[in-house]
Nanobody
Framework: QVQLVESGGGLVQPGGSLRLSCAAS????????MGWFRQAPGKQRELVAR???????KYADAVKGRFTISRDNAKNTVYLQMNSLKPEDTAVYYC?????????WGQGTQVTVSS
């Protein structure tokens, strides 16, 4: 089993930056593919970025070039560095651990981009 706790969300102006963290516990973190998803009101949850156990990354087109996902296996933590934030980035951001038999989700952290 895996427990995930996100942090780092908040209110930021357009063009600003935030760094989200997801701390994992309860399993072997390095064996999991990790991802960040987001969900805005009235919209479907969507994949923002993912990073494999081998540190291969993939990004949604909407965030490519602005967001960076990374992981620190020694700290059991995955990060999402968000730069050049736009109002349309406003959403609850969820950390995901993709295992062989099931996926795990954090509780989410709110990101609001507004002037």
């Amino acid at each position: 089993q895996v427990q995930l706790v996100e942090s780092g969300g908040g209110l930021v102006q357009p063009g600003g930056s935030l760094r989200l963290s997801c701390a994992a516990s309860g399993s072997i973190f390095s064996f999991y593919h990790m991802g960040w998803f987001r969900q805005a009101p009235g919209k479907q949850r969507e994949l923002v970025a993912r990073i494999t156990s081998g540190a291969v990354t993939k990004y949604a087109d909407a965030v490519k070039g602005r967001f960076t996902i990374s992981r620190d296996n020694a700290k059991n933590t995955v990060y999402l560095q968000m730069n050049s934030l736009k109002p349309e980035d406003t959403a609850v951001y969820y950390c995901n651990a993709d295992g062989t038999v099931r996926s795990y989700w954090g509780q989410g952290t709110q990101v609001t981009v507004s002037s």
